[in-house]
């Protein structure tokens, strides 16, 4: 599996090639979330900190639960994701369009574009380790995939997408200033169409052994309201590896053109 990790490359869509990358690496020297804070001076640093914190806890959560769970032991997987490709394959865009999976993980939604014949995909995950797993089931195919190693909200992107998917990643951000700027990075980046997946008001409150977030239509249409045009919802019920049912909203949009 090592070398397949080595020999993977990724192509930008600039065309430049490289090896799966890390944005937003950690920085070092954490303090914990229950010690105090130092002096007032040193408080911004101390805030720095925490962010820094809560972003190693979030990583350390995910690589775990791909070091040591199979895809038939976590709620979310799905042996062919129909949902997302029909709202991809809705947008009607050509098979040159760049499309980035948000917080994909192990999804086969990728195999499935591919197979379409999508050929400017991304997934982007705050795992390394469920990038590599998907690398190692697509074989030589995943040369043909950008990954990224990031948090979402560090995500800096070298290039705008024309759509924008997220299954079940946008709702573990249950804070204020994180949704802020996932939303920003949304709406300055997406040229074209987003689609977004979360529990609904009807569906578990944690994920993955997380808090998260439920929205109804009007929250997400509501969320993402500056930035873009709200095309179309559908709510399902996701039957998970373990025979229960989770409850998902998906909202579509197009980018709002207007320039302010
Ligand atoms: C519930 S899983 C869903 C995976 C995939 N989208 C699917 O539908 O099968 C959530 C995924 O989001 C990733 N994730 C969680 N928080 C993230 C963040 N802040 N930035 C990037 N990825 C994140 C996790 O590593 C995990 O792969």
């Known amino acids: 599996m090592y070398s397949l990790i080595i020999q993977t490359r990724a192509i930008s869509s600039a065309g430049s090639e490289h090896l799966p990358y890390k944005q937003g690496v950690t920085g070092s020297n954490p303090v914990s979330p229950t010690e105090k804070p130092p002096s007032i001076g040193g408080f911004f640093n101390y805030l720095i900190e925490q962010y820094i914190t809560m972003d190693i806890h979030r990583t350390k959560h995910w690589e775990k639960v791909y070091e040591t769970k199979a895809p038939n032991q976590v709620s979310w997987t799905q042996e062919y994701p129909k949902t997302s490709f029909e709202i991809i394959q809705s947008f009607d865009l050509p098979k040159t369009v760049r499309i980035i ?100 008001k009807l569906g578990p409150v944690k994920c993955s052994g997380l808090n998260i977030l439920q929205y109804s239509k009007e929250e997400l249409i509501s969320a993402f309201s500056s930035g873009f045009n709200f095309l179309d919802s559908k709510t399902e019920d996701h039957t998970t590896p373990f025979g229960t049912t989770q409850n998902f909203l998906f909202c579509s949009f197009k980018k709002n053109r207007i320039i302010f």
């Open 101 to 200: 999976d948000v917080g994909g993980g192990d999804s086969k939604l990728v195999d499935c574009l591919l197979d379409a014949g999508y050929e400017n995909i991304t997934v982007l995950d705050i795992s390394e380790k469920a990038l590599l797993r998907v690398q190692y089931r697509l074989g030589e195919k995943a040369s043909k995939v950008n990954w990224i190693v990031s948090d979402i909200i560090k995500f800096k992107p070298e290039t705008s997408f024309d759509i924008w998917h997220d299954r079940a990643a946008f709702h573990f951000l249950t804070e204020e200033d994180e949704i802020s700027q996932y939303l920003a990075l949304a709406s300055s980046c997406v040229k074209g169409y987003l689609s977004i997946g979360t529990f609904s």
